[in-house]
């Protein structure tokens, strides 16, 4: 059994730093270059048709094509929110929404409904089940997290019992939720790049400068190489213009530093990410997923609100069939999906979890204001709250849970 001796605290992510993670990405966005939308052609994935409520999907014999990841958003509030964001004590202040002051909360209330087939219902039991004895862990950014904190309450409200239950942080990059009935652990690992960085500190990594290692992810990797279910994203930190790469280690004096162009440097990281992954992980035993880009609502004008202003005060959805703005970026999807059907090629399947464009339709779901705020506003900034509104991460219950809906389908998919 998980013994239970170990350092229970509460999750309020950076409380004691004195950087806020907004401001680190505001920083960033004002590197964030455009790029016009651009469609690529998504990969159809085969699903079985069969409704919801049958909890045994995806072993009946109707067949079909069904891509999950077209669809619309339907509000549904009986079945949603499925979960009540008081009720999860290991919700976190940056993404508890209503905690800070929401009123409006139809952002907890839509549910994704995919164009050919239904989602199938998320059944907690029956996913901690299949973690029996396992370790299933995200690796990557907030975002990341963010899904992480949602997985971490959509099984939280299964298990009654407190004492069958407890988050393990031991003050490195890895926070484990432990569910002890099940010896069943839910992980989450801070590597935001997920190859080395200078901004792999859990809590103080906002630098003014991207440094990475792209050769070396070894020191993350040996924490999470023998999880049995492995969530990746990595995507937001990497918008800028050029990243600066590293040749040598970051306590070598002779360390080779050259600005590289993003795009390169990502393909290069995700290169030495899926060398990696071919090598050491275990293909009998471990399942592989890629969180495609979480798209950000910076630019109102972009969906034709005024144009000084962002996700800030937005209740309802974009409703356009194939929303893109410009906070998502197609070619480092198209990096992702090549460097995967690399590896596909190579005998070893990572699933992409296509979240970008059910997520781009979702202006309102972000916290904007409604947050834990790490440091005091000025009176410049209260007087104009778009110019201090989140519009990167997600309120919870929201968004992420149905990333988790999908990330459920495809674990049990047969
Ligand atoms: C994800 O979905 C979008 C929109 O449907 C599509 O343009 C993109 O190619 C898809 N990406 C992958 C990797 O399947
Ligand atoms: C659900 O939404 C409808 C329409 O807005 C409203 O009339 C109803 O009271 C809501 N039900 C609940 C349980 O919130
Ligand atoms: C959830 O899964 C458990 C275990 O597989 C099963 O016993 C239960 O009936 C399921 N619940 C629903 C509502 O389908
Ligand atoms: C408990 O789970 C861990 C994985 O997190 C596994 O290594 C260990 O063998 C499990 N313990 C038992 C008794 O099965
Ligand atoms: C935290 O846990 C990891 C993995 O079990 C371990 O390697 C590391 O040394 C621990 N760190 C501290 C500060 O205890
Ligand atoms: C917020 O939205 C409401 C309704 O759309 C509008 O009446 C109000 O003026 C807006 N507030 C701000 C500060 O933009």
Known sequence: MVARNQHLVPITWGSSTKFSILQVFVALLFAVFFIGAVYMAGEYVTFNMIPASVDDMFSGDSLSECNLFSGKWVFDNTSYPLYKEKECKFMSDQLA???FGREDLSYQNWRWQPHHCDLPRF??????ERLRNKRMVFVGDSLNRGQWVSMVCLLD????DPNLKFMNYNGSNLISFKAVGYNASIEFYWAPLLVESNSDDPVNHKLPERIVRS???EKHARFWTDADILVFNSYLWWRRPHIKVLWGSFEDKNGIYKEVEMLRSYEMALKTWSDWLEIQVDRAKTQLFFISMSPTHERAEEWGASNDQNCYNETNLITKEGYVGSGTDPKMMK?????IDE???????????????LSEYRKEGHPSTYRKQWETLSEEQLSNPSSYSDCIHWCLPGVPDVWNELLYAYIFRQ
């Open 97 to 99: 929404c209503n905690k």
């Open 123 to 128: 059944n907690a039991t029956r996913l901690l």
């Open 157 to 160: 409200s299964s298990i009654q």
């Open 215 to 217: 050769q070396s992810i």
């Open 335 to 339: 990096i992702v999906e090549n460097s």
């Open 343 to 357: 590896l596909k090629s190579r005998g070893l399947k990572v699933e992409i979890i296509n979240i970008t464009q």
